[in-house]
């Protein structure tokens, strides 16, 4: 079997050998920024905001990207073609590179681009079924005014913690505060409640991503004329919700039927949760970036 490429600095190289320096800033600071992206049937879903994005951050901590964004764009789309992959999880990462084991970025060079695309790994469809149960834990979002995590940053040490106690609480996923003990989004991914009919997620200035899936479900609702606002929410608001789900590239609509133990509606996903996964995968095919080989692939 030959093994899948992976874009490096320009070049497409094979996975064994697609390595980067222990000097990189990256890997000795956090350094850098990335994203994930999702393509469907050979559609790369909604690439262009996910490049906005990428540069926003990249723009936020002061690091040029050695690419425009349509070349950027174009090889995502080159990565995935070479590798043939119509249905695939793209990380793109750009660390400040290579420097000395000094902090000033002024001793890095040239950043360091790399896009893996991977074959999709599918979440068990027992997630969307069923529901999962979650907890809140006890780490908080990184403040805002320190490193504002709308900064997609590779500083996710916040949110590995967040992944390790929900672990250790027999969960798969956690919710997390901001510092001022409001709802803030999940490890990897936003929060939405549902209730009397109205959707609502926490305005990003609290300490969230913005999220592209985030950003989907509300034009979704927009279009469909169901109400949704972004808005400060406690543990107990959550709690007493008729629904909850969390949104994400790689999870797209999960639902949530448990929280720290209180069962949220009737312990199952709810009927708008249900309409939205529906609505949110009719998207993921039509709005995007078209590979029409892959297209044609997938079908
Ligand atoms: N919050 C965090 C902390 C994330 O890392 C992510 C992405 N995995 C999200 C939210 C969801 O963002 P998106 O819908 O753009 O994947």
Do not use: W
Not at 113 to 139: D, N, R
Not at 185 to 203: I, Q, R, Y
């Amino acid at each position: 079997m030959t093994e899948p490429l992976v874009y490096l600095d320009g070049e497409y190289v094979p996975k064994s050998k697609a390595v980067v320096s222990v000097f990189d800033h990256g890997f000795l600071y956090g350094d850098g920024i990335f994203e994930g992206i999702r393509c469907y049937s050979g559609n790369v879903f909604r690439l262009k905001e996910h490049i906005k994005r990428l540069y926003e951050s990249a723009k936020s901590i002061l690091l040029e990207i050695p690419l425009s964004p349509q070349e950027m764009e174009d090889a995502v789309v080159e990565t995935l073609r070479k590798n043939g992959y119509a249905n695939a999880y793209i990380r793109l990462v750009v660390s400040r590179g290579m420097g000395d084991l000094g902090l000033d970025p002024r001793s890095c060079v040239k950043p360091c681009v790399i896009i893996i695309a991977e074959q999709l790994k599918l979440f068990p469809q027992e997630f969307y079924e069923k529901g999962l149960s979650i907890v809140t834990v006890a780490t908080r979002r990184n403040v805002p005014d320190a490193l504002n995590p709308k900064i997609k940053s590779l500083n996710y040490l916040n949110n590995v913690l967040v992944k390790l106690e929900a672990q250790r609480a027999g969960v798969m996923e956690a919710l997390m505060l901001n510092h001022e003990g409001y709802v803030c989004e999940g490890s990897g991914d936003n929060v939405f409640l549902v209730k009397d009919g109205k959707v609502m997620t926490p305005p990003t200035y609290l300490g969230a991503l913005e999220g592209i899936t985030r950003n989907a479900i509300i034009d979704i609702c927009n279009r469909l004329g169901i109400p949704c606002e972004e808005k400060v929410f406690t543990r107990h608001d959550v709690y007493v919700a008729d629904e909850v789900f969390l949104t994400g590239t790689a999870a797209e609509l999960i639902p949530v039927i448990d929280v720290d133990s209180r069962v949220i509606g009737e312990g199952k996903p709810g009927p708008m949760t249900e309409m939205l996964i529906k609505e949110f995968r009719k998207i993921t095919v039509q709005e995007g970036t078209k590979i029409p080989e892959l297209v044609s692939k997938a079908v």
